[in-house]
Nanobody, 126 residues
Framework: QVQLAESGGGLVQGGGSLRLSCAAS????????MGWFRQAPGKEREFVAA????????FYGDSVKGRFTISRDNTKNMLYLQMDSLQPEDTAVYSC???????????????????WGQGTQVTVSS
């Protein structure tokens, strides 16, 4: 079983940047596809980004494409999300997730992920 813990959230002004980290423990994540999702108050959990276990394929949600970058360091058992040009509509709780799959095409579907962190709050002021 994989345990995930996010960090790096906080309050930032619009146009600013944050880097989220997700530390995995319990098992190495080298055989897991990984993803970031977010949930704003009163909204459904939304896909943000995903990366396959081989670090060869990344996908992004339309609203963050070109501004966010997902990466991973399998040697450190870490997942990252670099968020640039942040906007107030990016305000949400961000969660990392791991899927019991090592694929060529990481999933965008939240129901396909098996392990979740508790989430970290990101608030962007206007």
């Amino acid at each position: 079983q994989v345990q995930l813990a996010e960090s790096g959230g906080g309050l930032v002004q619009g146009g600013g940047s944050l880097r989220l980290s997700c530390a995995a423990s319990g098992r190495t994540i080298s055989s897991y596809d990984m993803g970031w999702f977010r949930q704003a108050p009163g909204k459904e959990r939304e896909f943000v980004a995903a990366i396959n276990c081989l670090r060869t394929i990344t996908f992004y949600g339309d609203s963050v494409k070109g501004r966010f970058t997902i990466s991973r360091d399998n040697t450190k058992n870490m997942l990252y999300l670099q968020m640039d040009s942040l906007q107030p509509e990016d305000t949400a709780v961000y969660s990392c997730a791991a899927r019991n799959s090592c694929s060529w095409s990481p999933s965008r579907g939240k129901d396909n992920y098996n392990y979740w962190g508790q989430g970290t709050q990101v608030t962007v002021s206007s």
